[in-house]
Each structure stands twice: as C-alpha cells, then as structure tokens.
C-alpha cells in the first residue's frame, strides 16, 4: 500500500492537507474542510485506514489540526474516528491528538466527537 | 420577523425585493480585487444574453466605476492583516432595453467636488466634445498635472453613450454619499 | 435601484456585507474570505460568522426556487445575504424564495432546535451525524450547528411573494463581547 499525501487548497472550496504514512503509522489532517463532494474526498482516505488496520496491523498515530471544517465534513471524522476506535477495541493501538484554537466552541465539538465514538482524544492547545 | 431592538426598521424581504426588482446582481462590503474579480465575472455571466457589445460595455464601464469605488471610498474596513480597504455598493440591474450600472460610496466633501464638476462637464458635452475632452485630459495627465486624472468617466460616458446620473447625499458635515448611475443600451451597440 | 439616488439607502442600514444574485461557488468562496478577512479586527467573531455563512448560504445554493441556469444542470440558487452590525453583536440574514411544501419542515426543526438547551442540541448534532447520509431526517446538521455556533435563536420569517411563492428569511445574532 502507498502513503497518501494532498496538499490542501484554499480556493472556491477548501481542501485539507493530509499526509497518511504507511510505514511510521502516522497521519495527520489540516487546514481547512470544505468540499464539493466531501464523502468522495474522505473515501480513498477511509479506505487506507481499512487496509492499514487489516494489513499492516500496526500503531496508528493522528493529528487533527483542522481550522474550520463544516457539517458535513464533520460525518465522514466522525466515521474516520469511528474505525479507529474499532481498530483499538480489537487491540490496535491508536493514538489521536486534536488541536484547537482556544474557544469554547472547538473544545465542546471535540468532546462531541469523544461522546460520540467512545475514543480517547488528546485535546491540545494550539500556541 | 420579531421587532428589534435597533432603531431602523428593517425588512429583507423588503430589500431583497428592492434589490431584485430587475437587479442582476448587487454587493455592498469592502471592494478589493478579488471582489472585483468575482463581481465582473458575475456581471459577465448574469449579462449573457446575445448581445456581446451590451456585455463588453458594462464590463468595462464596471471596472473605471468599482476602481473608484475601491480607490476613493472614505468609508473603508481594516482587515484582520491591517490593510485599510474602501467600502462601496455595487448593482447591476436590467430593464427591458437597456442594463444600468450603479456604484456607491461614502467620500469626502472635499475630494468629490472637483468630481461632480467633472461629471456636469461630462453631460455638458456632446460626443465630438467629450472625445476632445478625453483628448485633453490624457495629455494633461501625461504631463503630470492635478486633478486631470480622471479619465475613467469622460471613458464612461462614451462607453455607456448616456449622461452620467449622480447623486450626492450629505451623511455628515464632511461626508456625503455619493453614486453614479449609467444605462447602457441593449439595442443600437456599434 | 434604477438611479443613483435610490441607492443611497444602503449607507444607513448598519450594513456590513451585503450580496444578492447567484450563489455559485466563486461568489461563495471570495464572501467567505471578505468575512474571515475584513468583518472585524476580531477574528474569533469572523470565524463564526464565516461558518454560519458557509452553512446558510450552502442552502441557497440547493434549495432556492429561483435558478440561475446560465451555467447548466439544475443551476444555482439566487438569493440575498445580508450582514449588519450593530453595537453588541452581528446579524446574518439569508433570504430566498421557496415555496410552502419544502419550506415548512425547516421552520418546524427551527423551532425544535429553538426550544433546546445547549446541551441537548449537542447531543441533537451527535445523533444527526450518525445517521447515514441521505436519510430521511438526516444530512440537516447545519441548522444546529448554526445555532450552536451563534449561540442565539434561530429567527426565521416566511412573507408571502406576489407570484403566489414565499420569501423565506433566516436569521441570527452572533455577539461581540
């Protein structure tokens, strides 16, 4: 399987940069989410994470450094952390780190997600 | 809609119905170049019906105005950067034969006037005249003179072939308010 | 708006940003950046206003009776944006035309995210993200997270069109402090 790595783009709609690495595990998502077809834009990335737990079986590492992402974005993280809880109740190990810019607002939506999947999140300050 | 607490009564229903009675496309916020970019290529789009001179005309009286517009506005936003950027109103409107372009802004009493005497001049002349005055101007302006800048609405009213209408409306006793409104033909394009 | 002197108005209605035609993506995309960019010196308010736009102003786009088809398919909503700014707080406004049928069941979930806590609409948002997109009652977050972001009601006004259509306007405050 192949790394994935888009470079996000701020244009009529906003893409984010995502850098998914196959042999450290590590992979983040930022900037800015807001896409024409955003379910389209999340699946190849659903799908390495499919592959990365059935496959390669090992750590997987997330940063989440997302500035603005809309609803419907928010469905398909929600799906993303959803695998990974999955993936963590089978024994794989997992990490996720959330950085927020320091509202309240960005800090109870990610308590949402936690709410939401059952997954521990590291919330964490961005400077 | 629940009253408000603000001292203008307020409808949009009332002013989507005001803008859009004929109204292609209107904005009103700070004017940059993106906006302006977006904004023509609106116009260009919103004007297509056939007549590629009609287009073409509006297209270019609505860069000489929405510059203005974006050089001269007192009223002005400073952006999350710093940058100071002028605030104005820009509507393109469409009624039966001919387009109107309107532009509006806050400005100075004292930077407008030598502008709406430009403009009286303006409607003064006749085509030939204007063409003269558009002439002398440009050579004055090469040479480097004050105030003979404007070429852009001699430009505009040769390009519209119709009087410039403007309006000054005081808003403080240094500030007024200040649009142009311009009709340009569907029909009888050279 | 066919002479100069009618457009004088717009100077003294607190308008901050203000926008009416078609809503395709380009007009979309440079009235984000005016109110990330420019709204206020206050970024953490444009960032609000910013995402409530992106949400309303997304259903003109889909939803608006009235299309502009120069650019093919369904085409795109027209409709009217307006922001303006008062002493203590923002009000966006979104306006367009729709007809009875479709718009009721918008202004009934109104109410029904009027009536809730902050905490409830939480888990009112958590409950709508895990329903599978395109069913039925699903795929409506945006309202809630309008109201979540703006922290305020959701007013919402339906005037009847003299074409037989309704006008249907959403609005909300979004604080300064």
Redesign the interface.
Known sequence: MNDIHIKGVHEAYFVPTVNFEVATGKCEIEGESYLEETTKFYAPLLAWIREYIDTVKGPLYFDFKLSYFNTSSSKCLVDILDMLKNYQKKGGEVTVNWYYDDSDEELEEIEDFIMETGLQINKIPLE | MEKRDDKYDFSLYEYHNLLHQNILVSYKGPIDERIMTVIGENIEIVTNDGNDKARTKIFKIFMELAQNVWLYSAESCKTISGKQLGMGTLVIGEFGNYYTFVTGNVVKNTDIEPVIEKCEIINSLDRDSLREYRREQRRLANQGKPNSGNIGLIQVALTAESPLDIELTPVSDEESFFSIAVKIKKTNCK | ?????E??H?????????????F???????LA??I????S?D??V???V??IF??LA?NISLYSLER?V??GGDGMG???M?I?N?DTYYEF?T?NKTTKENIIPVMEKCDNINSMSREKL?EY??LQ??MP?GQKGG?N??L??VA??ASNPI???L?KCEDGNY?Y?V?VRINKD
């Open positions: 708006m066919e002479s100069a002197k457009t004088k717009r100077t003294t209605d607190n308008i901050a940003i203000s926008y009416t035609g078609v395709d993506n380009e007009i979309l995309s440079v950046k005016e990330e960019g420019t709204l010196s970024d953490k444009n960032k609000k910013f995402k992106i949400e997304q502009d120069t650019s027209v409709g009217t307006i303006r008062f406004s306006g939480r948002r958590r993200r895990n997109a795929g977050i945006g809630i997270q979540l972001t007013e919402y006004a005037v006008f306007i609005s």
